[in-house]
């Protein structure tokens, strides 16, 4: 077999295992299988380039070139549905068809998937364009994002389809990926996405495809447009679109009479919470395309289509008081103490007031009769008041504390910042086990068997105040405790010790300076050799670090003024933890790019584009997106983009070779 034939025998066969994961949820090899494949594929192509295809399985790996989208024209503008929240308009819809078709008819009854909707164009059976709607005219050409969703088919299969077609559906974010992705951002002090929605529609638009690659997006079609689709029903058109590779709902039913479409919506707004992606009504199409044609559109939407949306579930109670949550941070959040409810199958006794403004905005007074609701987010919010069930007697105005509910410290109020905070780090409770808590999560400490919940109960017992506390703990202190056997207090030892081999970029992160997530601690470890420098370096000299602006240069500097964090610091060393860079760490480092801002470009043989990259910060240099006459050169491996090379030459940039950058650096 030729190598050609080899490349495109791996690439059928990913795409395939690819399917059967992502689609039909039932692979057929291993993981360690598929990525061995995948590498093979890799490195084929890397040394083959004349082989380059876009529709490769590699490509959804994703580049880290950033991009600025290109608008296009929806070849079919993107309208929207009409919305209902009422039955009997529903029932008005479904009179309307009849009326108008004067005919027997179907309604495909399909669930309202809550996300961003996509436009895919292929041709001869191949992904060439994905468009979002923008305004429903033209949107932003986002190809290269979407080909790292991994239910998106960049080829079809068999050979039964249009050779030139769109399809339109909706880009979701999964909850679970979803909350994880919140939970990590939490831990990086980052502001969280609201809802799945919010974080899908962010994550199509980010303009480096490789971080859309780790976001794990999904995709469910449901709109096919073209000439020469294979047959009259809407519903068994998705069924011949499901056989060419793409992802549909298989929820989908066709209904024959008005009962049945209540039938089907009645069932799916209790189901829908056990559905891995969030929905937020059923939209009704009349399933004949011959039907649709004659029904027509009116200016903004289908006639032969409506949304039925689900109630925002909401629920009236009564609020009993107003407490307080001091977070890790020290941020402050004001939390409704409720009558309990019913509310979408839980039984709501708090909800989140957000911030003062929120309470302001309310002019919430206990007792009041509050509107609660489960929107998309996870929290339930209080949305209302019931002014007209305010009786003669008016309860006290809720008013935001003035003093930390945990420490007594005065709060303060960052300017526009909506939150409050305890500015009490080294003393408040919930902020020292918060800080423990980040001290040895996996991608700072990493200390095997310790938890949230352990680390209170040693917090309770008084074993530990801080984390160099931790260091100080043995087996014998802790075996016994809360039923904690020998074995597990072993455990938590073994992993403390074993804590002390952390390279020193993490042990940086580890320590929980505000705005210094794990990024920040790389450049923070380059820049500086050991702790002391670190420590004693001025404000200067830290804004002049890449990636350090004024904000983060504040907070290592307030960090470090404060006595308790020194203290710290140096129970850290006398434990053993690293604190300088190793002999290893500083070879590694060297001046040779320093100033220079360098474009990747190409497929390279000697080291993946990510080695790259580091090789570049390593050595003093930035790696930089796109071209501008600020660039210094280009690294370019085989097939650098022609628009690139173009460029590069017209602004005189000059092209550097694998090789040559090698022994530039060497
Ligand atoms: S059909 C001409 N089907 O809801 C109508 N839309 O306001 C084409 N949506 O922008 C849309 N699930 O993003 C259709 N099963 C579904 C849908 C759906 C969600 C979204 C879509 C559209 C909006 C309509």
Request: proline share 3%; glycine share 6%; charged share 30%.
């Amino acid at each position: 077999m030729d190598i050609k034939e080899k490349i495109a025998e791996l690439r059928a066969e990913l795409h395939r295992h690819n399917y059967n994961y992502y689609v039909l949820n039932a692979p057929e090899i291993c993981d360690k299988e598929f990525d061995d494949k995948m590498r093979m594929l890799q490195e084929l192509e890397e040394a083959y380039p004349e082989y380059m295809d876009e529709t490769s399985p590699t490509m959804r790996v994703g580049s880290d070139i950033n991009k600025n989208f290109t608008q296009v024209s929806h070849k079919y503008p993107m309208l929207s549905l009409a919305n209902t929240y009422s039955e009997t308009e529903v029932a008005d819809f479904y009179e309307r068809v009849h009326k108008a078709l004067n005919e027997d008819f179907e309604i495909c009854c399909e669930m309202k998937y809550d996300g961003t909707s996509i436009s895919l164009t292929y041709e001869d059976g191949k992904l060439i364009r994905a468009v979002t709607r923008g305004d429903g005219e033209k949107g932003d050409d986002v190809t290269d994002n979407v080909r790292t969703i991994r239910s998106v088919p960049l080829v079809l299969h068999g050979d039964h389809y249009p050779s030139s077609f769109e399809i339109r559906g909706e880009i979701l974010m999964p909850w679970k990926v979803f909350e994880e992705l919140n939970r990590e951002k939490g831990a990086r002090e980052e502001p969280l996405f609201a809802n799945p929605r919010n974080a899908a529609a962010g994550t199509l638009k980010m303009q480096n495809s490789s971080t859309v690659a780790s976001r794990k997006l999904d995709a469910y079609l449901y709109y096919l447009l073209g000439d020469n689709l294979p047959c009259d029903g809407h519903y068994e058109n998705l069924q011949k679109a499901a056989e060419w590779g793409f992802k549909t709902s298989d929820l989908t039913r066709k209904c024959h009479t008005l009962q049945e479409v209540f039938d089907f919506i009645k069932y799916w707004d209790v189901e829908r919470k056990n559905l891995p992606v969030a929905t937020d009504g059923i939209v009704l199409k009349v399933n004949s395309l011959r039907q649709q044609k004659n029904l027509g559109f009116t200016a903004k939407s289908p006639r032969w289509a409506i949304a039925y949306k689900f109630q925002a579930e909401r629920a009236l109670t009564r609020l009993i008081k107003v407490t307080y949550q001091v977070g890790r941070t020290g941020a402050v959040t004001p939390v409704a103490n409720l009558e309990p409810v019913q509310l979408s199958g839980t039984t709501v006794k708090r909800a989140s007031l957000h911030n003062a403004d929120i309470i302001e905005g309310l002019d919430l007074h206990i007792g009041d009769m509050v509107y609660v609701e489960k929107g998309g987010e996870i929290i339930p919010k209080i949305t209302g008041v019931d002014i007209d069930s305010r009786s003669f007697m008016l309860g006290e105005k809720v008013r935001f504390i003035t003093y930390c509910p945990e420490c007594g410290s005065r709060l303060t109020r960052y300017e526009g910042e909506a939150a409050h905070y305890c500015p009490n780090e080294t003393a408040c409770a919930p902020q020292i086990k918060g800080k423990i808590e980040h001290f040895i999560s996996r991608k700072a400490m990493n200390i095997d068997g310790l938890g949230p919940e352990t680390v209170d109960l040693f917090y309770r017992l008084g074993l530990i105040r801080n984390a160099a506390d931790l260091y100080d703990l043995t087996v014998e202190k802790i075996k016994g405790l809360d039923r904690m056997g020998e074995k597990s207090a072993e455990n938590i030892i073994a992993g403390i010790a074993q804590s002390k081999k952390i390279p020193f970029e993490r042990v940086i992160f580890a320590l929980g300076i505000r705005f210094v997530g794990e990024t920040v601690a790389k450049k923070i470890a380059r820049a500086f050799k050991d702790i002391d420098e670190l420590r004693q370096a001025t404000f200067e000299k830290l804004i002049s670090i890449d990636e350090i602006g004024e904000k983060i240069g504040e907070s290592i500097l307030l960090y470090f003024a404060n006595q308790v964090n020194l203290r710290l610091i140096e129970r850290f060393k006398t434990a053993g933890l690293q604190l300088c860079r190793t002999e290893e760490n500083i070879k590694e480092y060297t001046n040779k790019l320093a100033g220079k801002s360098i474009v990747i470009s190409g497929i390279f043989t000697h080291h993946s584009r990510d080695e790259y990259k580091d090789l570049i910060e390593k050595n003093g240099g930035k790696n930089v997106g796109s071209i501008s006459a600020k660039t210094s050169f280009v690294l370019a491996g085989e097939n650098i983009g022609p628009s690139k090379l173009e460029k590069a030459n017209k602004i005189g940039i000059p092209i550097v070779s694998e090789d040559d950058f090698l022994k530039l650096i060497s």
